[in-house]
């Protein structure tokens, strides 16, 4: 039998590191939309808690999407099939493989270059001749997060830009404060050798002194606060803005209000205003908004590659209780060699208390969960990707969209269910799934109390795999076990 990975006694020395690093882990969240309540688990995993520990960490959209901004290095690799739709067909269909073909201005095409582009990427290459065409044209484009569709726009902007005009001539709405800071770094990055040329941000706490004129060129802002310096405050004269961009339309209807502010200052704008669309998915509700917003568009979907069990071996524990999961989870863990793996626990408070376990027993994880900031969050993601960390225990705040190549192994210490309490298959998919095409093999444990096992079955008729019992005491069978 393989000897197992962690054991021993907690001591008092322990205690305070445990208790050290639970304080730097968990902060009072201060999330996107307001100042949550701290909660601070104690050494012996029971909690101090003042909030909804017991509830499942909701997935917010636009944290999500701000964090694989901020985890992201590079371009997601992507072979998907782009489909184009011309609002003029019988136009001849451009594509580009090179940044000069666009014949962009000397100090745009610089700025490219010292970004460390060398190529348009797949969506680049068609949306890009659109955007740049003459006379302008409006576009729609989807494309999974990461493909290259915000430095498409940034470009397009830049690329319109009269510096020597000093009033706004561009305008961006994203759906939060940190989504437009984010663009706005990369127009400041992109347009580094563009002199004269400047970026405003139009967000709550950005006061302007009455009387100001609004010089620079380029605003990029969240609705309300952008609808309020248009008409209340007469800040930016709409009529004058010749490329609008409304980025992040999934996140953008999803706030309440958001939709019908943005159709009113898109109704002020000049009709040869270039009017572009933005979105990483596209359910119906996101396309009829689009088009609802956008006039005659061209659109650009890029087909997301499906995820798959395929390559994924599934076995499942029958426990009696928590404590009962986690001796299985440490059978498991002491009988194969683990690389990096994923708990996924459904509340925080679980997640909390696993954390604990395991650190007791002298590992290295790492907790991820919904108190956290994003920045909090991407650091630690950040750790994790680095080896640092060899265990990262979450919740589902962490299951999609999150991609972490090297983890191979994924155990559900909760099944994720639904508010119905019925299994939640989408979840499970994006917790363990992987791409046909980039899917390398993994492995899936999932630690069931009994009475959840015809939850379990149920998941296995959905997607017609095979979920292979395991027993937690037969190390012979554990160590079989290969990925
Ligand atoms: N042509 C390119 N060559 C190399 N890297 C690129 C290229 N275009 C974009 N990138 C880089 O790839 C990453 C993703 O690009 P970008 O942020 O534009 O994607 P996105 O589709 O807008 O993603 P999201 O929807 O999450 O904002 C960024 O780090 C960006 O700097």
């Not at 961009?245 to 706030?255: Q, S």
Request: glycine share 6%.
């Amino acid at each position: 039998m393989a000897s197992l990975l962690w054991g021993g006694d907690a001591g008092a020395a322990e205690s305070e590191r445990l208790n050290s690093h639970f304080s730097n882990l968990v902060h009072p969240r201060k999330n996107l939309r307001g100042i949550r309540s701290t909660t601070v688990p104690n050494i012996d995993g029971s909690l101090n808690t003042e909030d909804d520990d017991d509830e499942d960490d909701v997935v917010d959209l636009a944290a999500n999407s701000l964090l694989n901004k901020l985890i992201r290095q590079s371009l997601v690799e992507s072979s998907h099939r782009v489909e184009v739709l011309q609002k003029d067909p019988s136009s001849p269909l451009y594509s580009v493989k090179t940044f000069e073909e666009l014949r962009l201005k000397e100090e745009l095409l610089k700025g490219i270059y010292a970004m460390g582009f060398n190529r348009p990427s797949k969506i680049q290459e068609m949306a890009l001749p659109m955007m740049l065409a003459h006379p302008p044209q409006n576009l729609i484009a989807q494309s999974q997060s990461g493909t290259g569709k915000t430095a498409a726009f940034v470009l397009a902007m830049l690329s319109r830009v009269n510096a020597l005009e000093l009033f706004p001539q561009c305008l961006c709405l994203a759906p939060t404060y940190e989504l437009a800071l984010q663009t706005g770094r990369v127009v400041e990055r992109m347009g580094k050798f563009c002199v004269d040329v400047e970026v405003m941000y139009a967000i709550r706490g950005n006061r302007i002194p009455r009387g100001t004129e609004v010089t620079k060129q380029i605003i990029i802002g969240t609705p309300g606060t952008v609808l309020d310096w248009c008409f209340k405050r007469k800040l930016i004269d709409l009529t004058k803005i010749r490329v609008f961009v409304l980025d992040e339309a999934d996140v953008m209807i999803d706030t309440q209000g958001f939709s019908d502010q943005s159709i009113r200052i898109q109704r002020a704008l000049p009709s040869e205003c270039q009017m572009l669309l933005f979105s990483a998915t596209f359910e119906d509700s996101v396309w009829q908004f689009a088009e609802r917003i956008i006039p005659d568009p061209n659109v650009i979907k890029l087909r997301k590659e499906e995820l798959t069990l395929n390559n994924i071996r599934q076995y499942y524990v029958l426990c009696e209780n928590r404590k009962d999961k986690y001796q299985a989870l440490c059978n498991i863990y002491g009988g194969i060699t683990i690389g990096q793996a994923i708990i996924f626990c459904q509340t925080r408070r679980n997640a909390k208390w696993l954390t604990v376990e395991m650190m007791q027993d002298g590992h290295q994880v790492s907790l991820l969960s919904g108190e956290l900031t994003v920045e909090q969050r991407a650091s630690i993601i950040q750790r994790f990707r680095d080896g640092k960390e060899k265990v990262l225990i979450t919740t589902n705040v962490c299951a999609r969209g999150i991609d972490v190549k090297q983890v191979t192994i994924v155990v559900n210490f909760d099944l994720p269910v639904n508010q119905s309490e019925e299994p939640d298959y989408e979840t499970y998919l994006h917790r363990i799934g992987r791409t046909g095409r980039f899917g390398k093999k993994g492995l899936a444990f999932n630690m069931i109390e009994v009475d959840k096992l015809p939850l379990l079955m149920k998941i296995q008729d959905h997607f017609n795999s095979n979920i292979k019992q395991l027993d937690p005491e037969d190390m012979d069978e554990i160590e079989k076990i290969e990925y």
